[in-house]
Every structure is written in C-alpha cells, then in structure tokens.
C-alpha cells in the first residue's frame, strides 16, 4: 500500500507539471525544477528503511546527479542555432545523460 501511495504521489506532481506547462510553461518548468522529488524520496527511503547512512549515501548521490544531469538539456539550448528537430534533440539529450550516468557512478565511488 505505502508503495501504491508513493507512485500515486509522484504521478500526480509530473501531471500536475505537465498540466501547467500549457497555460504557464515557465512556472511549470521552475515547479519541475524543485527537488520536490528528492524531498519526497529521502523522507520516504528514511521512513521506509530506517537506515539514516544509506539516506545520506542516497542523498549525496542525488547531490552528484543533479548538475549532471542537465546533460539531458544541452542539446535543447543550442537547438535553434544547430537547426536540429526534436527527435535529434531529445535522443543527443537520452545519449548524453548515458555518458553522464558513467561520471555520476565514478563520482558516487568517492561517497
């Protein structure tokens, strides 16, 4: 049950983002930006597992995933200027958070 609660939560914030985007994409995408989730995540993994080292352990390595994973949105900044679609745009943007998951676990090493 707590896991069904979990899911329901996480799917109601993303609606509710992509919802909003319609009407106001800029407040969208700063309510997507929020570590909502990572806020959400961590005090459910405290209250789930009780182990307060692998929280902290889980939540530095969202503190390591986080600037690398604006990978994922180089290829949409320089978009106009390459003349590329969204498909090239948002498969470079899957490809480069790829490479970035291979920096993220030699970082995560040094926790």
């Not at 009407?23 to 997507?32: E, H, N, R, S």
């Amino acid at each position: 049950m707590f896991f069904v609660a979990k899911v329901f939560l996480a799917g109601l914030i993303i609606a509710f983002s992509s919802w909003l985007a319609g009407q106001y994409p800029k407040l969208a995408g700063f309510i997507i930006a929020l570590p909502i989730a990572s806020l959400i995540a961590i005090i459910f993994t405290q209250f789930e597992h009780n182990d307060t080292n692998k929280t902290i352990i889980y939540a530095k390595s969202i503190l390591i995933a986080v600037p690398i994973s604006y990978l994922f949105f180089l290829p949409f900044f320089f978009a106009k200027q390459l003349s590329m679609n969204f498909y090239i745009i948002y498969g470079s943007g899957i490809l480069l958070l790829l490479i970035g998951y291979f920096i993220h676990k030699f970082f995560i090493n040094f926790l």
